[in-house]
């Protein structure tokens, strides 16, 4: 099933959640004298045009990402912020980098990158958008069986995103075993689970699998964007880590306190916790 199309939800608060999270893990794996591979199991179209049908249906980017970029807390230097600026420095003021664009400026000369993209719309526009960079390898295929054929990376080093549309309620227990074959296959690869929290509770037997599992430096990582028992389906943005790197907790932290909440009229407060 591939209904799923990004462009509904690119920049939203659930993206900023992700995205400042990816930015700050890979500007400090990248901080580190030794190339690295980027392995993305659900890359989407890797850049996005705020001003689409599609973005102002939801109007999910002006709870997220304008917001974010309006407060005074987050930091001014931080990645995320970095990355947003350059992109809208290139394409425009209405674009916004999905996370393949956003490692791809963060990733150096040495690294490499994976991306894989399913949806015959969505993978061309990945591959236009990302064309003209040797480090960069698009491939056209179903991430199930795609990511396992392509792991362990060279160089071993490495980042795998997990973050799939979850169309249907089976699509969470198949991210969990993702993860686990993943670790499996390539066990010093940092492994970044994003999961929707919604209220029937369909992420709960994943991530009790998960944490159940053992994994190495193991985090999970969830921020409210609203009420639990409020009229949205989705009431929050997780994210799970394997090996998550030493010391950048607290700046995992702050990238989690500043995500804007969804419904207007309340402050951008949050409430995260990581495990
Ligand atoms: C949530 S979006 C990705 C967003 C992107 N990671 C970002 O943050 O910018 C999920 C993407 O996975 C793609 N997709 C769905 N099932 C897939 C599969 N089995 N293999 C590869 N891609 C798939 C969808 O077409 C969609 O573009």
Redesign the pocket.
């Given at each position: 099933m591939?209904s799923?199309?990004?462009d509904y939800?690119?920049g939203g608060p659930a993206?900023v959640h992700?995205?400042g999270s990816l930015a700050v893990v890979l500007t400090h794996m990248t901080a580190k004298n030794k190339p690295m591979s980027y392995l993305?199991?659900?890359?989407?179209?890797?850049l996005y045009d705020l001003q689409s049908p599609m973005a102002e249906k939801t109007g999910e980017a002006r709870q997220g990402i304008e917001r974010w970029l309006a407060l005074d807390g987050p930091l001014p230097d931080h990645p995320y912020r970095r990355v947003v600026t350059e992109t809208r420095n290139r394409f425009g003021p209405h674009h916004y980098p999905?996370?393949?664009w956003i490692a791809r400026l963060l990733l150096r000369a040495t690294d490499s990158m994976h991306l894989?993209?399913?949806?015959p719309g969505?993978q061309p526009r990945l591959k236009g958008v990302m064309r003209d960079d040797n480090r960069i390898h698009i491939h056209h295929?179903?991430?199930?069986e795609?990511l396992m054929a392509i792991l362990p990376p060279n160089p071993r080093r490495s980042l795998i995103?997990i973050?799939?549309?979850y169309e249907v309620k089976t699509e969470f227990q198949k991210a969990g075993q993702l993860v686990l074959d993943s670790h499996r296959k390539c066990p010093e690869a940092v492994i970044m689970l994003?999961y929707p929290l919604l209220r029937d509770h369909w992420h709960h037997p994943m991530c009790r699998r998960l944490e159940q599992a053992n994994l190495p430096k193991w985090a999970r990582r969830e921020v409210l964007l609203a009420s639990p028992s409020g009229p949205k389906r989705l009431y929050g943005s997780g994210l799970m880590f394997v090996n998550l790197p030493h010391g950048i907790e607290t700046s995992l932290d702050q990238t989690d306190h500043w995500v804007p909440r969804v419904h207007p009229g309340e402050t951008p407060t949050n409430s995260s916790h990581s495990s």
């Amino acid at each position: 099933m591939l209904s799923y199309q990004h462009d509904y939800h690119a920049g939203g608060p659930a993206d900023v959640h992700k995205h400042g999270s990816l930015a700050v893990v890979l500007t400090h794996m990248t901080a580190k004298n030794k190339p690295m591979s980027y392995l993305e199991s659900h890359a989407g179209a890797g850049l996005y045009d705020l001003q689409s049908p599609m973005a102002e249906k939801t109007g999910e980017a002006r709870q997220g990402i304008e917001r974010w970029l309006a407060l005074d807390g987050p930091l001014p230097d931080h990645p995320y912020r970095r990355v947003v600026t350059e992109t809208r420095n290139r394409f425009g003021p209405h674009h916004y980098p999905g996370s393949p664009w956003i490692a791809r400026l963060l990733l150096r000369a040495t690294d490499s990158m994976h991306l894989m993209e399913l949806h015959p719309g969505t993978q061309p526009r990945l591959k236009g958008v990302m064309r003209d960079d040797n480090r960069i390898h698009i491939h056209h295929r179903d991430s199930y069986e795609g990511l396992m054929a392509i792991l362990p990376p060279n160089p071993r080093r490495s980042l795998i995103v997990i973050d799939p549309s979850y169309e249907v309620k089976t699509e969470f227990q198949k991210a969990g075993q993702l993860v686990l074959d993943s670790h499996r296959k390539c066990p010093e690869a940092v492994i970044m689970l994003w999961y929707p929290l919604l209220r029937d509770h369909w992420h709960h037997p994943m991530c009790r699998r998960l944490e159940q599992a053992n994994l190495p430096k193991w985090a999970r990582r969830e921020v409210l964007l609203a009420s639990p028992s409020g009229p949205k389906r989705l009431y929050g943005s997780g994210l799970m880590f394997v090996n998550l790197p030493h010391g950048i907790e607290t700046s995992l932290d702050q990238t989690d306190h500043w995500v804007p909440r969804v419904h207007p009229g309340e402050t951008p407060t949050n409430s995260s916790h990581s495990s």
